[in-house]
C-alpha cells in the first residue's frame, strides 16, 4: 500500500506488514562470523549491524543517507497548566529549527543527517482532551498522512522527533491508556514543572482517561482521543517507514508513546525499530520495557526533538562500518579460534 485514505485502511497495513529480509541477514550473521575478533567481542554493536542489515537488504550494508523529521503540534491541553513553558514556546522553537540553533541542528550537522521540520496546524491547538477528543477523527487522518508522505524512500535510517508544549502530558495518557497503571505510573516532569504542576497535570490525565473510557481498547481511537497531530504523525511516519523497509531509531518518551499505538495494534510492528535511548523522563524505561526495545544510548537526555535517536545514528554508523569494513579472517591472513 504506497498510501491510505481512511483509518480502516491503515489499520489495514499494519495488520499486515511487510517483513526483514532474511536473506541479507542470514549473509550479514555469516559474515560477523568471519570479521577479525573474537566472537562477540563487539557486543551490542553486532546485533545491531545485522538488525540494519536485515532491514536495508544488504549482508554488507552502508549507512549514508539518514533522515531526521522534527513534527511540531500545539496542544490544548497546555492551557491547564501542564507545563512549564507557554504554548507559544512551539512556534518559536520551529523558527529555531529552521534557523539552525536547536541541539538537534548541531547533532545532525555532526553526524551527516538531513534534517526536515514539520508543523501540524500550530495555530489551531488540539482540543483539551478532559472536556472532548483531542482530535476529531479527520484530524487523525491528516496527521497520520502528513507523517507517512514526510518519509523520504531514499532514507537508509529514520529518526521520529518531535516539539509540542504539552505532549508529554498526551503521551503519558495514551501509554496509561494502552497498558493501564493511571496517572501516577506514567506521568513525568516533562520540561520541568514543580511538585504542584506535576499534580495538577496527573489529574487532568486520569480525567482524560475517565473521559474517553469506552474508546481506550481500541489504539487509534485513544491516539485521536489523548494523542496530539505531531504524536500521531510520528505514528504515520514510523509505519511508513516500515513500507519501505527503512530501519528506524526511536528517540524519547513522546516518540515511544507514538511506537506504542502501532505495537498494540500489531505486536511485530516495531520490528524494523531500535530504541536510540532512554531518557531521563521517568517514565520511559518502563515503556522501554513494555515495547520490548533496549536503548543504545543511557546519558540522561530529556529534551525531546529527536535528539537521543539521532545521537545514536553515531553508534549505528560504526556498527555497520564494522560489520562492512572490517577483513574477514581469510582476507587479512589471521589465523581464526
Known sequence: MDYFSSLDEFRSFIADLPGANFLAQTAAIDRNAQ??????ALGDLENLAIWYASWIGNGRPSLVAPQV?????NHGIAATGVSAFPPEVTQQMVYNFQAGGAAINQICNVL????????????????????GPAM????????LQTGWRAVDPAADLFVAGEMGIG????????VAALYGGGAKAWVGRGTGIDDGALTLKRSVVDAGLVR?????GDPLAILQTLGGREIAAM?????????HRIPVLLDGFICASSAAVLQAINPSALDHTQAGHVSAEGAHAKLLSKLGKKPILSVGLRLGEGSGGALAIGVLKAAVACLSGMATFAEADVSGA
Do not use: C, W, Y
Open 35 to 40: 570479521l577479525t575478533k573474537p566472537q562477540g
Open 69 to 73: 523529521i522534527i513534527f511540531a503540534g
Open 112 to 131: 551527516g543527517a538531513k534534517m526536515d521540520v514539520i508543523s501540524l496546524d500550530l495555530e489551531r491547538p488540539t482540543q483539551d482532551f478532559t472536556q
Open 136 to 143: 476529531s477523527e479527520n484530524d487523525l487522518l491528516v496527521a
Open 167 to 174: 505532549n508529554t502530558t498526551s503521551a503519558a495518557a495514551i
Open 212 to 216: 474517553h473510557k469506552d474508546v481506550l
Open 235 to 243: 505514528v504515520g511516519a514510523i509505519a511508513s517507514a516500515r513500507l
